[in-house]
């Protein structure tokens, strides 16, 4: 059966097309610095906005009537048509990735044990669509934060039973990433942190957060997983205050926990502005550590104050990213996957293709400016410049350790004038990036 009778395959027309269901500027056999484009980006869906979100917002409920969701009144029967949906709409618009939460592809039931049955009949059958399709799994996670039992959070609940049936929960996510070949594994931590210090035993909830993740990579070890762990970071919404409030929060609680060498970063655009940050800082921070993992496509609303998972359609934060991404050689394990919503009166099925189609040629318009703005070097060398004093001289005896604070206090004592500051040409390096995207 057809899900999506009126969208055909979704083909690259070039720019000059007016063609809303097809690409403008992804070209996914396009060579872009040595590597096809579509490996490049790695675009993948998600599978929860995707195919269960139903345009509910924090004060509205849902304005969308799902096709899929209406072929039944069992649930898992639903499920089982959402995984045949996601893979058609996958095969039609060419993308070879998908994400999962386990509540997303299967109903909970009314225990753990029903859950875990549920989560296997659909496994069946999304590991025969992988196969039949080609298509592979970026990364698999658990939903602990959704479900009223995480009211306090999952590792950092003060309830031990609820720290217990989160550890279940991860098992069963984690054996069925590893038997679907999952690149990654993703750790989001949707209420790990506090409302008030009043009631919160700070260190104890940092100690179980870490001792959840051990456990994990313990385990990992133990059924032979081999994949990528990730940790996103995320600084509020719900929790006003979350543990893994930025890139550089995370990776002090990883090596204070030693953790660094099992994880890396999952990154999203919309968490970075929520923190006070842009997202190529939060790029360049984990990237710099050796720790930047994937990346989470969408944008926020910079006039609300929530998580809006808005389509990535800013092409100065596609530019940005992918400039980062190619600074830091690229993603090894990760890709780009689209925790990404349509806005609620965008409530048409078609709508999750003009969708995903508006943020795929976001990117790939952003990765083929930013690969010719790191070919030509100006930004790179621009920065060789602004820092050459640290590599000659007493700039480069202070980076090799040569000099402490008496042979630097003799050193500026003797000097009769100190060197001039470069200018650090701000407005004409943006000004530059406005020329590559104008041509």
Known sequence: MEHFKNVAKIKYEGSKSKNPFAFKYYNPEEVVLGKKMKDHLKFSMAYWHTLTYTGTDP????????????????????????????????????????????????????????????????????????????????????????????????STSPNADVFAY???????????THRLNGAGYTFWGGRE????????D???????????????VDYAKEIGYKGQFYIEPKPKEPTKHQ???????????????????????????????????????????????????SLDANQGDLLLGWDTDQF????????????????????????LNFDSKVRRASNKPEDLFLAHIAGMDSFAAGLKIAAKMWEDGVFEDNLKSRYSSYTKGIGKDIVDGKVGFKELEKYVFDK????????????????LINQYILG
């Not at 060419?94 to 989560?119: T, W």
């Not at 700070?202 to 994990?216: I, T």
């Open 59 to 154: 004060f509205g409920s849902g304005t969308m009537e799902r096709p899929w969701d209406l072929t039944s009144k069992d649930e898992l029967e639903i499920a089982k048509t959402r995984v045949k949906v996601g893979f058609e709409f996958m095969e039609k618009i060419g993308m070879e990735y998908f994400c999962f939460h386990d509540v997303d592809i299967a109903p909970q039931g009314n225990s753990l044990e029903e859950f875990q049955k549920n989560l296997d009949v659909i496994v069946d059958l999304i590991e025969k669509e992988m196969k039949r399709t080609g298509i592979k799994l970026l990364w698999g996670t658990a939903n602990l934060f959704g479900h009223k039992r995480f009211m306090n959070g999952a």
């Open 166 to 176: 989160s550890a279940a929960q991860i098992k069963k996510a984690m054996e069925i």
């Open 193 to 200: 942190g506090y409302e008030t210090l009043l009631n919160t």
């Open 202 to 216: 700070y260190k104890l909830e940092q100690d179980n957060f870490a001792r959840m993740l051990h456990m994990a």
């Open 243 to 293: 543990y893994d409030f930025d890139s550089a929060t995370v990776i002090g609680f990883l090596r204070k926990y030693n953790l660094e060498k099992h994880f890396k970063l999952n990154i999203e655009t919309n968490h970075a502005t929520l923190s006070g940050h842009t997202v190529n800082h939060e790029i360049r921070v984990a990237a710099t550590e050796g720790l930047l993992g």
């Open 312 to 335: 990535p359609t800013n092409l100065y934060d596609s530019i940005s990213i992918m400039y980062e991404v190619l600074r830091a050689g690229g993603l090894k394990t990760g890709g």
């Open 416 to 431: 009769k004038d100190i060197d001039e500051n470069e200018s650090g040409k701000q407005e004409y390096l943006e000004a």
